[in-house]
Nanobody
Framework: QVRLVESGGGSVQAGGSLRLSCAAS????????MSWFRQAPGKEREGVAA????????YYADSVKGRFTISQNNARKAVYLQMNSLKPEDTAMYYC?????????????????WGQGTQVTVSS
């Protein structure tokens, strides 16, 4: 059974940094992608960043390019999101997702496994 557990969220002032972690357990060998999504109150869940094990490619939402960096543990047991120059609009619940089937990296329904989320709050 696959389990994803996020950690590292918290409250920070604008311009600050946080590093999110997602620890994976179970049949992680099947993971082709691991990704980060976020959801702010009253808004839809959106893709933030993704990393593929085949070719080790990375993908980012335009809103976070140049500020966020996704990285992974080669054993497919963890994925990280380094978030720099945080802005109030980055405030959201951040979710880890794994194992994508077809489509775009940022499409929520494409992912089979999800974590419970970790809250990030950025104050101005």
């Amino acid at each position: 059974q696959v389990r994803l557990v996020e950690s590292g969220g918290g409250s920070v002032q604008a311009g600050g940094s946080l590093r999110l972690s997602c620890a994976a357990s179970g049949d992680t060998w099947r993971f082709n992608y691991m990704s980060w999504f976020r959801q702010a109150p009253g808004k839809e869940r959106e893709g933030v960043a993704a990393i593929s094990w085949f070719g080790v490619q990375t993908y980012y939402a335009d809103s976070v390019k140049g500020r966020f960096t996704i990285s992974q543990n080669n054993a497919r047991k963890a994925v990280y999101l380094q978030m720099n120059s945080l802005k109030p609009e980055d405030t959201a619940m951040y979710y880890c997702a794994a194992e994508k089937s077809g489509g775009s990296w940022s499409e929520v329904p494409r992912y089979r496994y999800w974590g419970q989320g970790t809250q990030v709050t950025v104050s101005s």
